[in-house]
């Protein structure tokens, strides 16, 4: 499992925890949790990207230690900016944004349980 595969995968993870936030909206009548949902899908997104850029600058021995700490201050930054974010707007709900933050990580649990730790080959 790579990136690329987590990526792809997590798209139709989103898609799927979406219709049923969607359906929990509706029945809510608060359409605030999809909105924060997707917020927090993009920030999960930048987030997961840049936690491989910092692996690969790690195993390379390419980047300073100084930026690597930036790095991570800045993934805690993007993560405190969307929390900030739904507090501070009627229609963006903290408890979407919150499962939105955790799509890359379910689904590579997901993906571990699926292949229960042995590679595929996705040529």
């Given at each position: 499992m790579n990136e690329k595969t987590v990526l792809k995968r997590s798209v139709h993870v989103f898609f799927i925890a979406s219709l049923i936030i969607l359906i929990m909206s509706l029945c809510l009548q608060d359409i605030s949790y999809i909105?924060?949902?997707?917020?927090?899908?993009?920030?999960n997104i930048i987030i997961f990207l840049m936690n491989i850029k910092m692996s690969?600058?790690?195993?390379?021995?390419?980047?300073?230690?100084?930026?690597?700490?930036?790095?991570?201050?800045?993934?805690l930054l993007f993560y405190a900016l969307g929390f900030f974010i739904a507090v501070k707007m009627d229609f963006i709900h903290i408890f979407g944004v919150f499962l939105?933050?955790?799509v890359i990580k379910i689904t590579i649990y997901i993906e571990g349980f699926i292949h229960k730790g042995g590679e595929i080959n996705e040529n």
């Open positions: 909105f924060g949902f997707i917020l927090g899908y993009i920030i690969e600058g790690i195993l390379k021995f390419s980047m300073s230690t100084a930026i690597i700490a930036i790095m991570f201050i800045l993934k939105g933050y955790l």
